[in-house]
């Protein structure tokens, strides 16, 4: 059973440039989380999706992110026009049906570099 | 608001001493509470959990008890090894399931 899976692994991009992040949830997972890690820093929530619904983009910076889940294919986080401070590891997360006790499973992280 | 705060690292330790790595929450209601591992380069795993008040969450020689009086999960292993070297992640989930992090104790095990 395949883990969560993250694409690309490493992403380096100029400012200005437009990043595109995707995350394959675990088989049978119908929910997904985005957190990003700042260097030397905590993991903090992004946004929490559903198939084709944005449940909670609460932790979402509101210029330049998007993210969507569609009914088919990946989550994908989108950044556009990449600054020096969106310089993070993204990290998506899965779990089956969304309760508060339920364990989520995190991917390999990607890991943004803006030049 | 939701918060999870843990001692500050790093925590250097000897091989086969004794962790204790402090966790205290503040959330508005009964929260889930997580013990997550990070090992350089990676993703996080899930360490341990405790989903109600006095639930011990044990996995690897490691464990944690829900505290609900003084708000805490500390997390404790009675004999380290070099490979327990990692950052370790407290962290609360309530409504919504997202989880809200500490900011991360780096641990360092010398043989």
């Known amino acids: 059973n395949a883990g969560v899976m993250q694409n690309p692994r490493h992403l380096v991009r100029r400012r200005g440039q437009e990043a595109r992040l995707r995350c394959s949830p675990m088989?049978?997972?119908?929910?997904v989380y985005w957190y990003r890690q700042l260097p030397e820093e905590g993991l903090k929530f992004m946004v929490y999706?559903?198939?084709?619904?944005?449940?909670?983009e609460s932790g979402m910076p509101k210029e330049r992110f998007s993210a969507e889940f569609p009914k088919e294919g990946p989550s994908i986080l989108r950044i556009q026009q990449v600054v020096r401070g969106d310089s993070a590891a993204y990290f998506c997360a899965s779990s089956s049906q969304g309760f508060s006790q339920e364990t989520q499973y995190f991917g390999p992280g990607t890991r943004l570099l803006v030049l | 608001g939701n918060s999870v705060t843990q001692m500050e690292g790093p925590v250097t330790l000897s091989e086969e001493a004794f962790l204790t790595i402090n966790c205290t929450y503040t959330a508005t209601g009964y929260p889930s509470l997580f013990w997550y591992v990070q090992y350089p380069g990676e993703g996080l795993q899930l360490l341990l959990k405790?989903?109600?008040?006095?639930d011990k969450g044990s996995n690897k020689g490691f464990e944690a008890t829900y505290r609900k009086e003084t708000t805490s999960f500390h997390l404790e292993k009675g004999s380290v090894q070099v490979s327990d070297s990692a950052v370790y992640f407290c962290a609360l989930s309530l409504r919504g399931n997202m989880l809200t992090f500490g900011g991360g104790t780096r641990l360092m095990v010398k043989p």
């Open positions: 088989k049978g997972h119908s929910h």
């Open positions: 999706l559903q198939k084709e619904n944005i449940i909670d």
């Open positions: 405790a989903t109600k008040a006095d």
